[in-house]
């Protein structure tokens, strides 16, 4: 009699979670079964991290890196103590099944490709966890969707739809602004990586995605994966009007060198460092973050366009999307790195 009770216990309570469980199809067309009450979310990788930052914090439960401490300190203070997972997905992934499953989470979301490796690898950590796994799609274009369909999974549909609105509101003003001006006007734009700037994203890419979106033509040609190593007699023959650097202190190097100091855009001090705290606001990663980099980058080359000043557009960003008050400093920081060293001649 009592296995009989425990069994139909058992029973009652499997019907239960099966009765509490939702239908979601992803953006790689997967239908996942998704708890009616989420609370703990674990982010797959980078991309996600910074979405669930933003869209619902209360429910993040791990950072795929721990953040450091120039990180932490841009970063909401209920954000800055998670613990680190380790990513599951992209490269470098270094999450197992043993450190997912002690975190408990009701829910993984990846936000990204949704191409079939990407579906291959969800479907297969999901069946080896039992935790469901999500594919989002990470285009940028696609950010107000995302936001969107988030949020009304995991019961933050109200802000979800503030940040859509909010994300759509930046797209909607720097396409205007771009459309405005005739191609031929635009800034031919050189995006360097690495300590030497010879390494570039290519056109088309998600390294580049936004640089294009903001008006930027791309010197780079259209090519066959992301990142491509350059010569710097390529970047001589290219001669950019504009130079968007990684690595920060890029802008003196190229000033200071005979390999750079020649360039049309070195010699007009059109040399600008992209600012990375507490996330890159042009690929690293190629999240949610990148709207404030959009802005940034469509003010450099049509400043005409934008009354607002750069450094009202960085605070209101900060504070409505990380959930931060930027002190004085940190947005000095944040404007030197994006404003550049100035004419050279």
Same mark, same amino acid.
């Given at each position: 009699?009592?296995?009989?009770?425990?069994?139909? *216990?058992? *029973?009652?309570?499997?019907?239960?979670?099966?009765?509490?469980?939702?239908?979601?199809?992803?953006?790689?067309?997967?239908?996942?079964?998704?708890?009616?009450? &989420?609370?703990? $979310?674990?982010?797959?990788?980078?991309?996600?991290?910074?979405?669930?930052?933003?869209?619902?914090?209360?429910?993040?439960?791990?950072?795929?890196?721990?953040?450091?401490?120039?990180?932490? *300190?841009?970063?909401?203070?209920?954000?800055?103590?998670? #613990?680190?997972?380790?990513?599951?997905?992209?490269?470098?992934?270094?999450?197992?099944?043993?450190?997912? !499953?002690?975190?408990?989470?009701?829910?993984?979301?990846?936000?990204?490709?949704?191409?079939?490796?990407?579906?291959?690898?969800?479907?297969? &950590?999901?069946? =080896?966890?039992?935790?469901?796994?999500?594919?989002?799609?990470?285009?940028?274009?696609?950010? #107000?969707?995302?936001?969107?369909?988030?949020?009304?999974?995991?019961?933050?549909?109200?802000?979800?739809?503030?940040?859509?609105?909010?994300?759509?509101?930046?797209?909607?003003?720097?396409?205007?602004? &771009?459309? *405005?001006?005739?191609?031929?006007?635009?800034?031919?734009?050189?995006?360097?990586?690495?300590?030497?700037?010879?390494?570039?994203?290519?056109? +088309?890419?998600?390294?580049?995605?936004?640089?294009?979106?903001?008006? +930027?033509?791309? &010197?780079?040609?259209?090519?066959?994966?992301?990142?491509?190593?350059?010569?710097?007699?390529?970047?001589?023959?290219?001669?950019?009007?504009?130079?968007?650097?990684?690595?920060?202190?890029?802008?003196? !190097?190229?000033?200071?060198?005979?390999?750079?100091?020649?360039?049309?855009?070195?010699?007009?001090?059109?040399?600008?460092?992209?600012?990375?705290?507490?996330?890159?606001? $042009?690929?690293?990663?190629?999240?949610?973050?990148?709207?404030?980099?959009?802005?940034?980058?469509? +003010?450099?080359?049509?400043?005409?366009?934008?009354? =607002?000043?750069? +450094?009202?557009?960085?605070?209101?960003?900060?504070?409505?999307?990380?959930?931060?008050?930027?002190?004085?400093?940190?947005?000095?920081?944040?404007?030197?790195?994006?404003?550049?060293?100035? #004419?050279?001649?």
């Amino acid at each position: 009699m009592p296995l009989l009770r425990c069994l139909l *216990a058992l *029973a009652c309570l499997c019907a239960s979670g099966l009765a509490a469980a939702r239908p979601f199809t992803d953006a790689a067309g997967r239908r996942v079964e998704v708890p009616e009450r &989420v609370t703990r $979310v674990l982010a797959a990788g980078p991309p996600a991290a910074v979405l669930l930052a933003t869209l619902a914090p209360d429910k993040m439960i791990a950072w795929p890196r721990a953040p450091s401490p120039e990180e932490r *300190a841009f970063l909401n203070p209920a954000l800055r103590d998670l #613990p680190a997972s380790g990513r599951l997905t992209g490269r470098g992934g270094s999450a197992n099944v043993e450190a997912v !499953l002690a975190l408990k989470p009701d829910l993984i979301v990846d936000v990204g490709s949704t191409a079939a490796t990407y579906a291959s690898l969800a479907d297969r &950590v999901q069946a =080896q966890t039992g935790i469901p796994y999500l594919l989002l799609d990470g285009r940028f274009k696609a950010t #107000p969707e995302t936001y969107r369909s988030l949020g009304a999974l995991i019961d933050a549909a109200e802000e979800g739809e503030a940040l859509a609105a909010e994300s759509e509101t930046i797209l909607r003003n720097v396409t205007a602004a &771009v459309e *405005a001006v005739p191609e031929e006007k635009r800034p031919r734009v050189y995006y360097g990586r690495g300590p030497r700037g010879l390494e570039t994203g290519l056109a +088309g890419s998600i390294n580049t995605e936004i640089i294009e979106a903001a008006g +930027g033509r791309n &010197v780079a040609g259209a090519g066959a994966g992301g990142l491509a190593a350059v010569s710097p007699e390529q970047v001589l023959v290219w001669n950019p009007d504009v130079i968007i650097a990684l690595d920060p202190d890029f802008p003196k !190097l190229a000033a200071a060198d005979p390999l750079w100091n020649g360039l049309k855009a070195v010699r007009a001090g059109r040399v600008h460092a992209i600012p990375t705290l507490p996330f890159g606001w $042009v690929d690293a990663p190629p999240g949610v973050n990148r709207l404030i980099g959009l802005r940034w980058l469509a +003010g450099l080359f049509f400043p005409e366009q934008f009354p =607002q000043t750069l +450094g009202d557009a960085v605070r209101d960003f900060y504070r409505r999307f990380y959930r931060v008050e930027l002190t004085p400093e940190q947005l000095d920081r944040l404007l030197r790195d994006a404003a550049g060293p100035g #004419p050279t001649r």
